[in-house]
């Protein structure tokens, strides 16, 4: 079965208005920013977007919110994009918090089939209102529910034109439990194989979970935040 798309405006012309879509990434690093860049220039809006942060202004899901596009944002993370700050201070976007031990846990439950599970994290807290509690061996938790998503966009290093995905070092982060979480998965890699070239043994995501895939035309490889030390 091959599963290549041509383009990423293909691979995202039937994402709706309204849709919640799981993106891989940890800051710049391992972003699906081929397929970001698609879906602002087919102007979906009204997103829910699932990712660790918001990024940064001028790049990745910087652009969609930037544009407006975005209606709510569930990360664990969200300090270095002045836009996004802008638009939760105002009221603009809908923000929801969460862990980042909680926000895997809860993305991979999803993947799992998993109905939710219990964590101590944020008991007592502001996270844990409206959440049912329950002592269990003496600790307090709370139940947390599965965090799905209608699509998930994750980026990969090499994939076949099965959807078998290999990941890089750190950009790895939240692409591979992101890739089981959705109902359809798109991933974006740097390098497009043939079946059969990828060794069995470093692939992370079987190519069951993907529904599509690409090979993005080109990858900026930015640095977040550049620390120069002083001498």
């Known amino acids: 079965m091959n599963k290549v798309v041509a383009t990423a405006a293909d691979a995202v012309a039937d994402i709706p208005d309204g849709a919640t879509i799981l993106m891989g990434g940890f800051g710049v690093c391992g972003i699906p920013e081929n397929l970001v860049k698609a879906l602002l220039a087919r102007g979906t809006s009204g997103l829910t977007i699932v990712s660790n942060n918001a ?62 599970f219990y964590t101590p994290t944020g008991y ?16 307090s938790f709370v139940l947390e ?51 059969g070239e990828l060794d069995p043994e470093t692939v992370v995501t079987p190519g069951i979970f993907v529904t599509r895939i690409l090979q993005g035309p080109r990858y900026e490889k930015r640095i977040e935040k550049r620390t120069v030390r002083t001498a």
Do not use: C, W
């Not at 007592?124 to 600790?139: H, L, P, Q, S, Y």
């Open 55 to 116: 990024g940064i202004d001028d790049f990745g899901i910087g652009l969609l919110l930037k544009a407006h596009r975005v209606r709510k944002m569930v990360s664990t993370y969200v300090g270095e994009n002045r836009e996004f700050e802008r638009q939760f201070l105002s009221g603009e976007i809908e923000v929801e918090l969460v862990p980042q031990g909680t926000f895997s846990e809860r993305i991979r439950a999803a993947g799992a089939g998993i109905g939710g």
């Open 145 to 195: 529910r599965p965090l799905p998503g209608d699509f998930a966009f994750v980026k990969a290093f090499r994939g076949d034109r099965l959807g078998n995905l290999v990941y890089r070092k750190t950009a790895r982060n939240f692409n591979p439990i992101m890739a089981t979480a959705a109902r359809l998965t798109i991933a974006e890699v740097e390098q497009l194989v043939e079946p």
């Open 124 to 139: 007592g807290t502001v996270i844990a209102e409206g959440k049912e509690t329950r002592v269990i061996d003496g600790t």
